[in-house]
């Protein structure tokens, strides 16, 4: 069976369930669309997971597995989105000991499985089947995918962290440094992100 290689392109807000999210994965050959409806805790895992350098306070649910696995020898080999059934995803993580190099197969929700690939730095494919079911295929041009972000976080100013910001304008690096470590500290993760972000858009122009 041929599997397609899944990217992930973005998260935001679900406009059709309220308080969840919808993670965007993108076949990186035909750039077929596949969008993942996810709870608001997943979505911020991963979006931790994608960054590197934001470390938690204190590990979450799927830090403290990674880690777990790390110290028993346990690496994320890939994950595979094998099947959908009634709107919902079923996946499973690939798992090898480095040391002994048993491989195991665990079943997880998808939004866990992701969680989990991201950090790793592991692939995520599904099958060409699942596609042709939940696949869309939507041209997502840069500007029109900023508009649909801003619309978003009008709804909910907690996906600040996906857009163009604008609020932080009237603060110095100096003030979005301290803000960024208290918003660490509080554990509130989504405004760290949008602090972050806006950090690395002015060391870019200083550049």
């Keep these: 069976m041929e599997y397609k290689r899944l990217i992930i392109r973005g998260i935001s807000y679900s406009q059709t369930q309220t308080g969840a999210y919808a993670l ?7 750039h077929v669309k596949l969008p993942v409806v996810i709870g608001n805790f997943e979505a911020q895992s991963i979006s931790l997971g994608l960054e590197k350098d934001l470390v ?5 649910t799927h830090d403290l597995f990674t ?21 919902v995803f079923y996946s499973n993580i690939n798992v090898r000991n480095a040391i002994s190099g048993a491989e195991m197969i665990l079943d997880a929700r998808t939004s866990d499985a992701v969680a989990m690939a991201v950090r790793f730095d592991a692939p995520i494919y599904t099958t060409q089947e ?18 649909t972000n801003e619309q978003s976080e009008m709804e909910d100013p907690s996906l600040a ?4 910001i604008s609020r932080w304008d009237n603060l110095t690096i100096e003030e979005l440094n301290s803000l960024l470590e208290e918003a660490v500290k509080e ?7 949008e602090l972050q972000e806006e950090i690395k858009k002015r060391n870019k122009k200083i550049d």
Excluded: C, H
């Design 56 to 60: 938690p306070p204190r590990p979450l």
């Design 161 to 164: 962290f996906l857009n163009q």
């Design 130 to 147: 699942v596609l042709n079911e939940a696949g869309i295929l939507l041209e997502i041009e840069e500007k029109s995918f900023d508009q």
């Design 67 to 87: 880690n777990f696995m790390v110290a028993t020898g346990f690496e994320v080999v890939s994950v595979m989105i094998y099947q959908i059934i009634d709107g």
């Design 187 to 193: 554990e509130d993760f989504d405004t760290a992100m």
């Design 24 to 30: 965007l994965l993108e076949d990186e050959e035909t």
